[in-house]
T-cell receptor
């Protein structure tokens, strides 16, 4: 199967700082990338969808000024959590898809905001 | 509105005790039904894609089947390493995946 990586795998930051998470498709070109958030023992919650070179489409209730998404190339998308607060602490997972094929997921990033 | 319901919510099996997980769905224009496995603290791992009713796919101890209303993930003679949360998702045309809440499987040696 296709491989999607995320970096960092774990990050701890102070309240008010910004954190950037990278998502890369390693062996295929991803026309679409997705960002999810997952709370303990709950299913995945889609935050936004991005197509290479276009602005991301955010799901209802997700603040686009707080969660900045950039899909600069067919293999890289970044999620920046701006002015992070403790309530932003969560498990963030990216996913990548080539055309309308299967979505492959990254290993996730655990964010803890103190 | 597209919906996915998985049952049971949790399942505890003895090693070697075969069983099935259910995924019921309603979707307009099914493009594909997907099964993923998720271990704690990790991202979902792709298992299968099913595209049309009657289709079946197998991988080791797992077999996925699809009808017009539901999908089953059959686990034959499970081992403790099969313990995980199994997620079902559907994709309609030009829409993101819609996930079920998952089935937490525990296989006891």
């Amino acid at each position: 199967g296709a491989v999607v990586s995320q970096h960092p795998s774990r990050v701890i930051c102070k309240s008010g700082t910004s954190v950037k998470i990278e998502c890369r498709s390693l062996d295929f070109q991803a026309t679409t990338m997705f960002w999810y958030r997952q709370f303990p023992k709950q299913s995945l919650m889609l935050m936004a969808t991005s197509n290479e070179g276009s602005k991301a489409t955010y799901e209802q209730g997700v603040e686009k000024d707080k969660f900045l998404i950039n899909h600069a190339s067919l293999t890289l998308s970044t999620l920046t959590v701006t002015s992070a607060h403790p309530e932003d602490s969560s498990f963030y997972i990216c996913s990548a898809r080539r055309d309308f094929e299967t979505q492959y997921f990254g290993p996730g990033t655990r964010l803890l905001v103190l | 509105e597209d919906q996915v319901t998985q049952s049971p919510e949790a399942l505890r099996l003895q090693e070697g005790e075969s069983s099935s997980l259910n995924c019921s769905y309603t979707v307009s224009g099914l493009r594909g039904l997907f099964w993923y496995r998720q271990d704690p603290g990790k991202g979902p791992e792709f298992l299968f894609t099913l595209y049309s009713a009657g289709e079946e796919k197998e991988k080791e101890r797992l077999k996925a089947t699809l009808t017009k209303k539901e999908s089953f993930l059959h686990i034959t003679a499970p081992k403790p390493e099969d313990s995980a949360t199994y997620l079902c998702a559907v994709q309609a045309r030009n829409t993101p995946l819609v996930f079920g809440k998952g089935t937490r499987l525990s296989v006891i040696a």
